[in-house]
T-cell receptor, first 112, second 111 residues
Framework: EPEVTQTPSHQVTQMGQEVILRCVPI?????FYWYRQILGQKVEFLVS????????KSEIFDDQFSVERPDGSNFTLKIRSTKLEDSAMYFC??????????FGSGTRLTVV | GEDVEQSLFLSVREGDSSVINCTYT??????LYWYKQEPGAGLQLLTY?????DMKQDQRLTVLLNKKDKHLSLRIADTQTGDSAIYFC???????????FGKGTMLLVSP
């Protein structure tokens, strides 16, 4: 069964450093998303991406965050200057036309 | 804003049925989902239901939707120890917009 692939599975970074989280969505999917889950809290929406542009973003997704689909297969989330509170599990998701969203296994980001 | 609430913990014995409940506030919810998260793993889509349905069955899973009360439940028949996980309820107002998740219900199945 096709899956959404995320790398790395765990990333440790120093506060203030830039990180790039990578995702390979399912190949024929059209809509792409990033969500995050801070330990013990709800899964929160960050951003959605369709037709090579951001279609919706949450208040969390400020100027420190950006997304890109550089080559038609990868979908990346960049955090420019990480803060301690960015520590979370980051999930990528994709979907085509039906309602089912497929999530990746997540990248656990630890900012120290 | 929209909110989704779930009880945090459920403990059952192997072989029993489990019922996980969820309430939501968004009247325009169109699709409602159940996701499963095993320790250290991602979110696995179990099933979803369209708001014009009141029941959906898929093998051991039965989803019931009471749209009037904005209540969704997931029944797992013959619960196994492998069903131990966190179960998330989520909703969206369209098939393309963002998902709003509950905090998750931790299901613990004891032998």
């Amino acid at each position: 069964e096709p899956e959404v692939t995320q790398t790395p599975s765990h990333q440790v970074t120093q506060m203030g450093q830039e990180v790039i989280l990578r995702c390979v969505p399912i190949s024929n999917h059209l809509y792409f998303y990033w969500y995050r889950q801070i330990l013990g809290q709800k899964v929160e929406f960050l951003v959605s991406f369709y037709n090579n542009e951001i279609s919706e973003k949450s208040e969390i997704f400020d100027d420190q965050f950006s997304v890109e689909r550089p080559d038609g297969s990868n979908f990346t989330l960049k955090i420019r200057s990480t803060k301690l509170e960015d520590s979370a599990m980051y999930f990528c998701a994709s979907k085509k036309l039906d309602p089912g969203y497929t999530f990746g296994s997540g990248t656990r980001l630890t900012v120290v | 804003g929209e909110d989704v609430e779930q009880s945090l913990f459920l403990s059952v014995r192997e072989g029993d049925s489990s019922v996980i409940n969820c309430t939501y506030t968004d009247s325009s919810s169109t699709y409602l989902y159940w996701y499963k998260q095993e320790p250290g793993a991602g979110l696995q889509l179990l099933t979803y239901i369209f708001s014009n349905m009141d029941m959906k069955q898929d093998q051991r899973l039965t989803v019931l939707l009471n749209k009037k009360d904005k209540h969704l439940s997931l029944r797992i028949a013959d619960t196994q120890t492998g069903d131990s996980a966190i179960y998330f309820c989520a909703e969206t107002s369209s098939g393309y917009s963002t998902l709003t998740f509950g905090k998750g219900t931790m299901l613990l199945v004891s032998p």
